[in-house]
């Protein structure tokens, strides 16, 4: 059986007519992971959201178990954790009520018991059911990691997961990305700080 | 089909967080009926004849008050990127934002109609027709408005750029909203003009959700 999952060929995008990297093409397989490098506006946000098709990619293909994506959407869908510069969570709602809302709209069913362990395991269990907007800017970025915690997803694409951590969330976030890779996901994250997952990990550089 | 009711509670509980923008359209609504006859003064006739139509337009204006803010909150927060990523239809999705659009700024429309209808001397029937013809016409706002909204999301001053693009296909509605209740006062009956709204209900219902979800994936680009 063919275990390649995710294959991207000659990927490049363009913003306002201009090529923002070189066509990159590379393959993550089940326990892969790979750290998106480049520099400030070199088009690792773009690339992302081109994989998952928020914004289209202007040349390059992109195959989910050897399909292309646009063919097979609804299962690529299913199988992909996409956590971008904005968190998708809402500030009137509480912690509990956006993983919640979160999963459903994913298509995922979640019990109320599981998402309170998620919660607690991102040490919020006392703060679960304050609304988002009197939480901190990291606090909310915890809640975002319970989402990625519960997700079923196979590949996680990750933009900065990093950001706005202190070092305690910052080594729950490292073991949770262990343990996805160790149970066969695949990780695609951006990140300007070394981020050790593991073995299987490769690079990728964005050259303009 | 779910989906559709997550996404109709979801908002609707975000809306009962943020009462004040809600009740913005409501109280718009109130205070156009009630000033229109002190301004005018006490003639029945008068009032009677005018009445629907200025229903009608205060319907219509409080409506576009919260079209801007329709998909904006979920554009700035980034909710609207988990609905494009979601596996279900986004068009079901929208359209559950849709309803509950129309819950929070149609329904009371509709409910406080008749009761606005009073101090215009309307008859009793002419007031179950102004609230038969919100019914119906209120529906086709939110639908014709969120695809104004889609389409102008994340642009500078998408306020007013709505406003342009919707008032033009709002008219129709106001024009056999508002002819529903003076066509029966008339006594030529309303069955046309009834009609002729929910001809406009239907496209609208099936239509919209698709219009929009097309509109929010260029805004997202």
Redesign the interface.
Known sequence: MNTTCLQVQHASVERAGRQLFAPVSFELQASQAMHLQGDNGSGKTSLLRGLCGLSPLSQGQVLWDGQPVQEVREFFLRDVFYLGHALGLKDELSALENLQTTAAMAGQVLHLQEAEQALAAQGMSNRMHLPLRVLSQGQKRRVALARLQISKARLWLLDEPMVALDSAAQHTLIDLLRAHAAQGGMLLFTSHQALDVGNAMQVLRLQP | M??YF??VQ?DL??AM??KAEVLNSVFFFVVVATLFPLAIGPEPAMLRQIGPGVLWVGALLATMLGLSRMFE?DF????L????????SLGL?VFGKITAHWVLCGVPLVILAPVLGLQFDLSEEALWMLSLSLLLGTPVLSCVGAIGAALTLGVRGGGILISLLVLPLYVPVLVFGAGAVQALESGVGAQAHVSILLAMLLPALFFSPWACSAGLRIA??
Request: aromatic share 0%.
């Open positions: 779910n989906i997550t996404v979801r509980r975000l967080r943020r909150g700035r927060d980034g909710s990127e988990n609905m494009l990523l979601s596996p279900h999705m997202l680009e």
